[in-house]
Each structure stands twice: as C-alpha cells, then as structure tokens.
C-alpha cells in the first residue's frame, strides 16, 4: 500500500485554516492585489483621457472653427448681433439677434462656450406676448436665460392680452425678479399695463409706446399719476392717453425726450418751472407745452440741441410764443423741425425767428402748405436790406421743404415757387466752404421743363450747393454732402 505522506504535505495548509495569523497574511495579500489592480485600471482611464485629449486636439487641428480662440469667437458674435457694427443689416433686429444667439450656442461644446462668455449675445430682448400660457412661458425662460449671461438688458415687450391675470402674473413675477430687474438698462413696452411703470427704479431707457385708441374717455386708464424713475436719460411716450408734462419732473436728468401723446389735455402745469439742463434732444407737440407765453418760461431747456415741434390740431398756434421757446435756445439749437401745416407763420415772423437761433444748422418743415414754404424761403434768402452774418441762419447747412401731400406728387412745380428757390440758391452759393444741401420734396424735379433744368443747372453747377429730390441727389453739382448728417426726407 501506497504511502499517504506527499499527499499529506501538498495540503498540510487544511490542517492549518484556523491559526488566525495566516488568514490575515492572505487577507493582506488580496488587499495588495486589489491595490495592483486599481492602479492599473486608473493607469488605463488615463491612457483613455490622453488619447481622447490627443483625438481632440486632431478634430480641432482639422476644423478650422474650433481653433479660433474663445476671445476671437466672441468678438465676432458681437459684430454678427451688434446693431451700431451693421446698421443696415436686416440681421440686426433684437428677434433675430437672439434666435442667432442660440444657434451660435448650438453649435458645438467650444461654440458654446464662447457663447456664454459674450454678454452682447445675450442683451437685446424683443417678443410679443399672446394670451397662450405657453408663449408666456418661453419669453419667461428667455428672460432668465439672457439675465444669466448679459450684464445688461434692453427688453421689448408687446403685451396686446395683458388683462389676461395668470399671463400678467407670471411674467410679471419673471420680470420683476431680482435677477432681471437689476439688469434691465433699456425698455420698450407696447400696450403694457400702466401699473409695470410704478415697479421700475433702475432705468436709463424707457419707451411707453403704441397704446390701443379708447372709444371715450371712460376707457382711458388713469395716467395721471405716473411715476418715473429719476434714473431715466431717455423716455419716448407716444400715443398714450397723459394729462400734461408735470410728471416729467419726475425725471431731472433726461438728455432725449419724445412725448407724443395720444389726446392733449391742456398746457404745462406745475407749482415749479420744469427744468431739463442736460436735455439735448426733445420732441414735444406744440399745444401740449407752447400755448402762452407761461407756459415757455415753466420749461427751461438751456442745452437742447435738436428740437421737433408737433401741430396736433387742437388749438392755433402762436408765432410769438414759438419764437420765444427757440430764443431761450439759441446758444445752443443746431436742429429744428416744424411738423405740421398748422404752422402758418408770417414772414415777419420767419425772419424773427431765424434771427434768434444763429447757430442752426439744420432746418426741416414738414408738411407745410405751399405759401407758408414760400415765406420760409423768403426769409431764408439774402438780399440787399439783409446782414447774412446776422440774419437768415448763416450756419444753415441743411434745409428740407416738406410741402403737404398732394394727391398727385409727380407732377411739375410751378415756376412761381420754383423761382424763389432759385433766389436762395443764388444768395448762397459759394465755390468753397461746405455744401448747402436743399430738399425739395411734393414735386417731381425731373418733370420741369427744359428751359426750367438748363435755369437750375446753370445755377447750382461748379458751387457747393446739393440739391435733393425723393431721397436722391440731382447731379447739378460736383460736390456731395456729409451724408453722416442727418437728413429727413418727406414725400
């Protein structure tokens, strides 16, 4: 019989299970194992993140986009969505702005990131809210999304449904939040609700625009308690149903103010004159602040450069009073428009009031009648009894005559009118010095007869004077104008 010894030594360690020391030998020798093990599963995860890397780096190589460094990238998306790079690009527009935005962001994860570190892409809201929940609730995301990623935000809103409470209510919420409402620098509401107006204190833009027209005065919200930011350089309130300009005091430091209103009710009234000393741009109707001679002293604008007064029809106009607004300006006016055939001055009037504002440069009417346009070009021109370094605008460089609409305005002016124009042009021609640009708007120049052209060829030929006609220019003359300026045009 076979001896059971060497079977006995290969498994001697059965016979030794339970002495403890050797269970934690083989219990610390797994655990070495284990450790092996996990650096060398760590060891091929990072093999994996460089060759991921490396296959990374070859995609960028091989794509040209993804090269561009993220400061380039983000300069280029401020000049595809900035409005003052392209003005007359239709890309420019805030929709369009921002749907390109998120495309931009769409891209790639690199694209993204480039994104999200421009604020400009981010800046310009513009949507129309509808009584649909669901519409609410995409520009409530957008809000919160561009106030995440602009510093700050220029927000229009059209809100044609907004007596819809829960609409009202959530994007009131969103609006008013913290995060937007610290960041909201320019504001533009179409049909807003006017109790939003009492909740805004950090503006320094705002447009109250486009408010529904009222059957009678008992659907006329009140307005006459408006409350304004102080914050405000600049405010546009057009056709909306206000009680007077008193609430402007509200606002001390505007520097450009359009106010349209859609009814006037009255001329300034206030306890206090209305002083605006950085005002330099004003757009205001006639009869809402320009009455009587009152009224002009309670509105002290000494720094407004450009100015546009309205004739609404309520009331006639008083040259005098007009008169007396522009001298209070005449340091400082280079730009004045007179819009509106109620504007029905006289020629001593004319000559008054251009003897007063000696350093204009720009002067447009707008739909005067053909004898009121007769006198200002009468007024305009040098003669023999007029001192040119005193009288008749001697700065004036741009002049537009805005004629009231006929229903044919392709037809020939008529000599009458033609010839005193012809006056002025001669009185001011000059071969050196800057270009006198006219525009000639209500007729077709290019329907005068021969001998008419030939006459006003050989008059504006070889000097500096432009002339206009349906936003082109005649080519009378060699020169061109400064078409940086800007010129209105009214057909």
């Not at 090269?67 to 000049?79: G, K």
């Not at 350089?233 to 349209?260: K, T, V, W």
């Amino acid at each position: 019989m076979e001896s059971t010894e060497p079977l006995k030594q290969h498994c001697d360690y059965l016979l030794q299970d339970d002495s403890p020391h050797i269970v934690a030998a083989r219990l610390t020798d797994l655990a070495q194992v284990n450790d092996q093990i996990n650096r060398v599963n760590d060891h091929i995860r990072e093999v994996y993140r460089i060759r991921s890397v490396f296959l990374h780096r070859v995609n960028q190589i091989r794509s040209r986009a993804t090269i561009i460094p993220i400061e380039v990238l983000s300069a280029i998306f401020c000049h595809l969505v900035d409005p003052e790079l392209m003005p007359d690009e239709p890309t420019t527009s805030s929709p369009i702005c921002l749907r390109q935005s998120f495309i931009l962001s769409s891209v790639s994860s690199h694209w993204r990131q480039a994104a999200f570190a421009t604020p400009e892409l981010w800046t310009n809201i513009q949507s129309r809210v509808h009584k649909h929940t669901h519409v609410a609730k995409s520009v409530i995301s957008a809000l919160q999304h561009c106030s995440t990623y602009a510093r700050t935000l220029n927000i229009s809103l059209s809100l044609p449904h907004w007596c819809h409470t829960k609409v009202l209510d959530r994007l009131t919420k969103s609006f008013f939040s913290p995060e937007v409402k610290a960041k909201v620098i320019k504001l533009r509401l179409y049909k807003a609700p006017p109790q939003w107006l009492r909740q805004l204190r950090v503006l320094r833009s705002l447009t109250f625009d486009d408010h529904w027209h009222y059957r009678n005065n008992e659907d006329l919200p009140h307005y006459k308690e408006i409350t304004l930011p102080s914050s405000l350089r600049s405010l546009y309130l057009r056709n909306l149903p206000m009680y007077g300009l008193a609430f402007l005091d509200q606002c001390p430091n505007l520097i450009n103010c359009e106010y349209r209103p859609l009814h006037t009710h009255g001329s300034i009234s206030s306890s206090k004159p209305l002083v605006f000393e950085r005002l330099k741009w004003m757009v205001t109707p006639v009869q809402q602040g320009l009455q009587t001679m009152a009224s002009v002293k309670n509105l002290q604008t000494p720094s407004v450069e450009i100015l546009e007064l309205e004739d609404r029809g309520f009331s006639k106009i008083i040259p005098d009073v007009i008169i007396s607004f522009c001298c209070q300006l005449s340091s400082t006016l280079i730009s004045l428009t007179l819009n509106g055939y109620g504007f029905r001055l006289p020629l001593d009037s004319l000559q008054s009031l251009f003897r007063s504002l000696p350093h204009l440069q720009r002067f447009y009417t707008i739909l005067w009648l053909e004898d009121n346009l007769l006198n200002a070009v009468q007024a305009l021109t040098y003669d023999g009894n007029s001192n040119r370094y005193i009288d008749c605008l001697p700065q004036l460089r741009k002049l537009s005559l805005g004629k009231y609409h006929d229903e044919n305005m392709t037809k020939s002016p008529s000599r009458s009118y033609i010839e005193p124009i012809l006056d002025l042009l001669r009185s001011r021609r000059s071969r050196e010095g800057p270009i006198f640009c006219i525009e000639i708007a209500g007729y077709n120049l290019d329907s005068k007869s021969p001998g008419l052209m030939k006459e006003f060829k050989l008059t504006v030929e070889d000097y500096q004077i432009e002339v206009r006609n349906f936003k082109r220019r005649i080519k009378f003359s060699k020169g061109s104008a400064d078409d940086s300026l800007q010129v209105l045009y009214i057909r």
